[in-house]
């Protein structure tokens, strides 16, 4: 595990709102984490190890074997963005857990999920042998428990697993487990996961649509090719938005509106994660220029124009920063390339 992944602040936003109930302080939560509560109400994203430290935190003041379970029934399928779009349109349950799976590092899980298909449906299980022990049982929990509810509102259904296996092994876990899941509760497996059904993994999903399926998994396969180097957490949501709408080049000032902050601060949070807006804008129309170059047939000045240039001059000059050629020459390159692989 990469502990120092950057990370959105869904996750921490609901343990703090989980610890308020149970009577303990954001501060408390938060304590050697590095983190602070005001930067996080302006939507600060914050890393990963950093997350694990306020659930250890919170496991040591409130040692409730529920307190997972309370947290995973806060999410929805709109916590994961373009992602939970892509499950939302997708045909059955099955083809919205292989997206998930596909773009994990979109998903909100903090260690890793695996697929495991026998004769009565698919295991769906998290790795909790990554985590320290005192945090296992929360993040199993909330893992669990998300899984339940956003296959439920999947399916716009009730939804019910076979079964629920458990790594651990304590009597209270377990009644905990089988009063929320109402289904067989086993202890002390060496996998903790949920058996998920064939017939509701072939469930044809209420709102599939292939067209937004394929758009909205397009959407995500950039982002995830564009986030791989990216470690500020705005520099990430800016690259999404600009991701979104890069049929049209977004501003600055339209970005910072989609987020709810001033243009000022935007620029501000991004100059201090050494990632200007200018740079994220480029970033997202080379990857497009090259796209259009390489896999349609618009002329310049069409490319230019979609691209938000106001000529075609301005855009080759721009293109040609980037790649050290012109449009037309490395349009030509990559026929050349193309031709050599057909013929080899």
């Known amino acids: 595990m990469d502990w120092r992944q950057q990370r959105d602040n869904t996750n921490i936003r609901y343990l703090l709102q989980i610890a308020a109930t149970a009577g303990i302080s954001a501060d408390a939560c938060l304590a050697n984490t590095g983190l602070q509560q005001q930067r996080l109400a302006e939507d600060s994203g914050y890393q990963l190890w950093q997350e694990l430290a306020a659930i250890r935190n919170l496991v040591a003041l409130r040692p409730d074997p529920g307190l997972g379970m309370q947290m995973g029934d806060c999410y929805h399928l709109t916590c994961l963005g373009l992602l939970g779009y892509a499950m939302l349109s997708s045909p059955n349950l099955w083809e919205a857990i292989r997206i998930s799976s596909r773009f994990r590092s979109l998903s909100l899980a903090i260690c890793p999920v695996t697929l495991s298909l026998c004769e009565e449906g698919v295991w769906m299980s998290l790795d909790s042998s990554v985590l320290p022990e005192d945090a296992r049982d929360l993040v199993v929990g909330r893992g669990l428990t998300a899984w339940l509810r956003l296959f439920g509102e999947l399916l716009q259904r009730p939804f019910m697993p076979l079964r629920i296996s458990l790594s651990g092994s304590e009597l209270a876990l377990a009644d905990r487990y089988r009063d929320y899941f109402s289904c067989p509760i086993a202890l002390a497996q060496s996998h903790d996961g949920m058996l998920i059904a064939r017939q509701d993994l072939d469930s044809p999903l209420p709102l599939a ?3 937004t399926q394929r758009s909205c998994a397009l959407l995500c396969e950039r982002l995830c090719d564009g986030l791989a180097d990216i470690q500020g957490t705005l520099a990430r949501r800016v690259l999404q938005q600009l991701m979104s709408h890069s049929g049209k080049p977004c501003r600055a000032d339209e970005v910072a509106v989609r987020l709810g902050m001033s243009e000022r601060t935007l620029h501000r ?29 618009l002329g310049l000045e069409s490319i230019a124009q979609q691209l938000g240039y106001a000529e075609a001059a301005s855009f080759s000059r721009a293109f040609k920063r980037w790649n050290g050629m012109s449009p037309d020459q490395w349009r030509r390159l990559q026929d050349e390339d193309s031709m050599v692989r057909a013929l080899t």
């Open 269 to 297: 949070r991004l100059a201090d994660e050494k990632q200007p807006f200018r740079m994220l804008h480029d970033r997202v129309r080379r990857n497009l220029a090259e796209r259009l170059l390489r896999d349609s047939m």
């Open 209 to 211: 649509n292939a067209q």
